[in-house]
């Protein structure tokens, strides 16, 4: 093939939009996406569609070549394993060469209609334009109701404030993806990335509709860990409230512990007192282990930051057309 070193830094006229498109096992929405995206990008200038397979196990790959294939705009970027949505996004970002670029899901939850809008915001000056959902269609009551409180809760406890009801889906200006690109950890809450850069930021409101096809890939276990990161990646707050837990407890059991005292002088050792010692050491040892899971958290993260490892391999690259020719 030819050298992506070269392709990447060699001079060339970059289209004015860049749209990622992370994929993992989509290949019956893609298709349909495209030729929505296509009719939608036409209007509104030069644009680069890159679509990145996460590691699909379902033909996604061969669909993506194919519109490739029907159209010299898109670009293939496959990864070699699946790595989660958040670091195929970054893949996706790290090749996009536009003046601005899009992010937006394949699965046709996040309407490519809702583009324009994003881009007139662009267009006014905003570095940073958030799609922020009216609806959240198709989804449990509890799935809103714990997004909901994920968002209370990350508000409070971090100095970046998240926008609420955000996903992943927003413009971004060339400078503000280049900040993001400076940010390479491993662990990767999207969501606060975007916020921690800041830059002129505003947003625009969408309906979110249903799946296209397939079915999500959050369950609620998987949600859990989304918000475990988010919390510890932007906030040491359990870590203040383990101390806080252990001060308060330390306190508690110097009265008890004076009261025992006391007591006994008064009326003697009477060897009482089972259930209460029993409350007691469970109680502290739970407050412990919690402790120390908490502790481990962080410690869990460091570790993984400590390896350097690169955040994505890369399996095939092919980009769309702007780019080839400027290679030649
Ligand atoms: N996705 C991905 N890698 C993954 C999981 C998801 O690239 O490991 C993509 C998926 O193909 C879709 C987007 O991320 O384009 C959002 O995924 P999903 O619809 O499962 O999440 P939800 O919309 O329910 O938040
Ligand atoms: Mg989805």
Redesign the pocket.
């Known amino acids: 093939m030819f050298d992506v070193a070269q392709t990447f830094f060699s001079s060339r006229t970059r289209p004015e939009f860049s749209v990622v498109?992370?994929?993992?096992?989509?290949a019956p929405?893609l298709a349909v996406f495209h030729a929505r995206l296509r009719s939608v990008m036409d209007k509104l200038g030069a644009w680069e569609a890159i679509y990145?397979d996460?590691?699909?196990t379902d033909g996604?790959r061969a669909v993506i070549e194919a519109l490739r294939g029907g159209d010299s705009r898109v670009a293939v970027l496959a990864l070699s394993r699946?790595?989660?949505?958040e670091?195929?996004?970054t893949a996706g970002l790290d090749h996009a060469s536009g003046d601005a670029v899009i992010v937006?899901?394949?699965?046709l939850?996040d309407p490519p209609e809702t583009i324009p809008a994003l881009v007139a915001a662009w267009r006014q000056g905003f570095d940073m334009v958030n799609a922020q959902r009216r609806v959240r269609e198709g989804?449990t009551r509890l799935k809103r109701a714990s997004a909901h409180m994920f968002y209370r809760l990350m508000r409070h406890a971090g100095r970046v404030k998240l926008p609420a009801d955000t996903?992943?889906f927003r413009l971004m200006s060339r400078r503000v993806v280049d900040a993001v690109a400076q940010l390479r950890e491993q662990h990767r809450f999207m969501k606060g990335l975007f916020a921690w850069v800041g830059f002129p930021t505003t947003t625009v409101l969408y309906d979110r509709a249903p799946?296209h096809a397939?079915?999500?890939?959050?369950n609620y276990w998987r949600l859990w860990n989304f918000a475990l990161e988010g919390i510890t990646s932007f906030t040491v707050m359990p870590l203040k409230v383990a101390t806080y837990l252990g001060l308060v407890v330390a306190l508690l059991s110097v009265i008890y512990g004076v009261e025992v005292v006391v007591k006994t002088l008064i009326r003697g050792n009477e060897v009482a007192g089972y259930p209460s010692l029993m409350t007691v050491m469970l109680f502290l040892g739970g407050v412990q282990l919690v402790t120390l899971g908490v502790i481990g958290e962080y410690l869990g993260r460091i570790f993984n930051e400590t390896k350097r490892r690169p955040l994505y391999l890369v399996e095939h690259y092919a980009s769309s057309s702007s780019r080839v020719d400027a290679a030649e």
């Open positions: 498109v992370p994929a993992f096992n989509e929405s990145v996460d590691g699909s996604t699946n790595f989660g949505k670091i195929a996004t937006i899901d394949a699965d939850q989804e996903g992943d799946r397939g079915e999500t890939k959050w």
